[in-house]
């Protein structure tokens, strides 16, 4: 008999829209979120995990063509990726369950930890931010900097600043997949020092193009400083010493915003560190889950 846990790939409709989710794993129920917006959720398979976790890989709403909203590529907010996260935690019929988000999945996740906190047991929030725009901008471009003259004269930098720049004109899933492609080595501690390893995972990204921008076509704007102070559910964060995106600095401030939160920095990555350091990410997430579990059923 096939249960919402069952392990493989279910989907089921809900406003006319398709949810599909991979199961993977056995133990505590861990959701994870990918990034982008728009990158599928292949890339965050964590092997690891799934020998003590019960992992549920959300495929985002949008990343498949029977999953996009009627204002595609619009209308992706925060708010209606945890709506549709509520439908599916409520369709698994388990009490509690963690919440990881990676990079964008990550704003969700906190998103969903301060507004739909009834369900969670606690929340991973994986090279996240507090805040998007200008400042978050500002830092990504230092970071890109530093990545630049640390690898001067190598003869793949410039296609790799060449995504960057490319970046704010995308407007296709095919654009999408080249500048996600392209950028990747800078979102590793030391992608060239072990190309061999993890080209076959670049070239296996795929991704749909997602604006940023809700239906009206305004941006989605994130400055979560305050309410994070105020997050009751027990919160993991995670960041690569290394990470151009959402680095050290953002991850630092999010420690001290939250209470009582648990910091994991990952001294030998960059943006992926569940493929740079899968063991020690994979320890830390799954005592992490497991102690919370453990609390929450106590305090049942």
Same mark, same amino acid.
């Given at each position: ?208 193009? =997602?604006? /940023?921008?809700?239906?009206?076509? &305004?941006? #989605? ?6 309410? %994070?102070?105020? $997050? @009751? ?11 151009? =995106?959402? /680095?050290?600095?953002?991850?630092? &401030?999010? #420690? ?6 648990? %910091?994991?920095? $990952? @001294? ?33």
């Amino acid at each position: 008999m096939t249960t919402p846990l069952s392990p493989g790939t279910h989907s089921f409709r809900t406003g006319g829209i398709v949810q599909r989710y991979h199961v993977h794993g056995t133990g505590p129920v861990c959701l994870a979120h990918s990034g982008g917006p728009g990158i599928h959720w292949e890339y965050l398979r964590m092997p690891a995990l799934e020998e003590h976790l019960t992992m549920v890989y959300v495929e985002p709403i949008g990343t498949a063509e029977d999953s996009r909203l009627p204002s595609h590529p619009h209308g992706y907010t925060r708010e209606r990726y945890s709506l549709f996260l509520q439908v599916l935690i409520n369709r698994l019929g388990v009490p509690q369950v963690h919440l990881l988000g990676h990079s964008h999945g990550a704003f969700v996740a906190a998103h969903h930890a301060l507004h739909r906190a009834e369900q969670l047991a606690g929340v991973v929030l994986y090279e996240g931010a507090p805040v998007t725009g200008p400042e978050h901008g500002a830092e990504a471009g230092r970071m890109v900097e530093a990545f630049a003259a640390q690898h001067a004269g190598h003869p793949g930098l410039p296609d790799v600043l060449a995504a960057f720049g490319a970046m704010s004109r995308i407007s296709s899933d095919e654009q999408t997949v080249a500048v996600a492609r392209g950028v990747l080595p800078s979102y590793f501690a030391d992608y060239w020092g072990d190309e061999e390893r993890l080209a076959p995972f670049r070239d296996a990204v795929t991704a749909t193009f =997602i604006s /940023g921008l809700d239906e009206n076509l &305004e941006p #989605d704007v994130v400055d979560d400083r305050t309410a %994070l102070k105020g $997050l @009751e559910v027990p919160a993991l964060v995670v960041v690569g010493r290394h990470d151009v =995106i959402c /680095g050290p600095r953002w991850a630092f &401030e999010m #420690d001290e915003l939250i209470p009582d939160s648990q %910091l994991l920095v $990952l @001294e030998n990555s960059g943006h992926m560190g569940h493929i740079e350091e899968p063991e020690l990410f994979a320890d830390t997430v799954r005592d992490f889950v497991l102690r919370t579990t453990a609390s929450r059923d106590t305090d049942v």
